[in-house]
């Protein structure tokens, strides 16, 4: 049987899980919403000049997506949850339930669910306990997710903050945005986007028999965020910003930035390699940092 992959939200993350799954021999589609993306029809046709991001993935709109799932064997959804539930599941609760070829479900989630901690460690065995409503949303995503897959695989993935090429402290260091903002013990996860690609098709690979999975997507060096912002600026070889103490700076900070830095915890994420046999390609930002850099430079991009 062909191995046909549904997305449900073509973003950052989920472009790097089409493009493995593509190079691994997988059909993908995936779903948009307003005009078809450039270059493409909605046949799938992708001729020349297309949208690098959708180059052999089959375009599917949001709201006429019944087919596809019908069709689908695997399915990812990345779509975020807001105050009256999940989108994908207000529309096709019902033709998930009767998709007639699908045996693995995956919601990529966020480790917001675990809330405050205190700066102590959670693993995957931790009972959610979230703080925000952002947070309150996903875990009832996540628990409507496991309702309607019953009796196939779902795997939810928990993820730390996503960096990766194009969205990271060189990014904000060159627009001239960084900022050393300086809490001593305040330490967070993060992931690099391709080993969120690695995971989720390890994952998949697996074909896991019926039931539900609680994997974490947090490299294995939970740090303070001066530290990746200092490292960065050391390899572009420049000056990194002033320190900044966090209550100097949370008066200028966004809504979603106070959040994340009113919740301090560490996220182990050793059980969900071993249960993927899978091991982070990027196991701390250094790693990390340093390929991005690599690729830049491949690419021509310039480091200031």
């Known amino acids: 049987m062909a191995r046909r992959l549904l997305i449900f939200g073509l973003g950052y993350s989920?472009?790097?899980?089409?493009?493995?799954?593509?190079?691994?021999?997988?059909?993908?589609?995936?779903?948009?919403?307003?005009?078809?993306?450039?270059?493409t029809n909605p046949a799938g046709i992708n001729p020349a000049g297309i949208n690098p991001a959708w180059?052999?993935?089959?375009?599917?709109?949001?709201?006429?997506?019944?087919?596809?799932?019908?069709?689908?064997?695997?399915?990812?959804?990345?779509?975020?949850?807001?105050?009256?539930?999940?989108?994908?599941l207000a529309d096709y609760a019902d033709a998930i339930r009767a998709a007639p070829a699908l045996s693995w479900i995956s919601y990529l989630s966020t480790t917001g669910v675990y809330g405050d901690r205190g700066g102590d460690w959670v693993n995957e065995a931790t009972s959610p306990t979230p703080n925000s409503d952002r947070s309150r949303h996903r875990l009832a995503a996540?628990?409507?997710w496991m309702l309607?897959?019953?009796?196939?695989?779902?795997?939810?993935f928990r993820s730390a903050g996503i960096y990766g090429p194009g969205r990271s402290a060189f990014d904000d260091l060159r627009a001239g945005r960084a900022r050393r903002v300086i809490q001593p013990g305040h330490a967070f996860g993060r992931i690099h986007r391709d080993d969120i690609a690695?995971?989720?098709?390890?994952?998949?690979?697996?074909n896991p028999a019926p039931g539900r999975r609680i994997l974490h997507l947090s490299d294995d060096e939970p740090a303070e965020p001066a530290s990746v912002v200092s490292e960065a600026a050391a390899l572009l070889s420049i000056a990194p910003p002033r320190e900044t103490p966090l209550a100097d700076a949370w008066q200028t900070m966004s809504p979603?930035?106070?959040?994340f830095w009113a919740e301090n915890r560490?996220?182990?994420?050793?059980?969900?390699?071993?249960?993927?046999?899978?091991r982070w390609r990027y196991p701390s930002y250094r790693a990390g940092l340093r390929a991005i850099l690599a690729e830049e430079l491949c690419q021509g991009l310039r480091q200031q």
């Open 266 to 278: 560490k996220v182990a994420s050793q059980q969900t390699q071993d249960t993927l046999n899978y």
């Open 148 to 156: 309607v897959g019953e009796g196939r695989a779902v795997d939810i």
């Open 55 to 88: 180059a052999d993935i089959t375009p599917i709109r949001f709201s006429a997506a019944t087919q596809a799932i019908a069709a689908a064997t695997h399915l990812l959804t990345t779509i975020a949850p807001n105050a009256t539930g999940d989108p994908v």
């Open 14 to 39: 989920a472009v790097a899980v089409a493009r493995a799954a593509l190079t691994a021999g997988w059909q993908v589609a995936a779903t948009y919403r307003g005009s078809p993306p450039a270059g």
């Open 142 to 144: 996540e628990t409507a």
């Open 198 to 206: 690695g995971a989720v098709l390890a994952a998949m690979a697996q």
């Open 256 to 259: 979603m930035a106070r959040s």
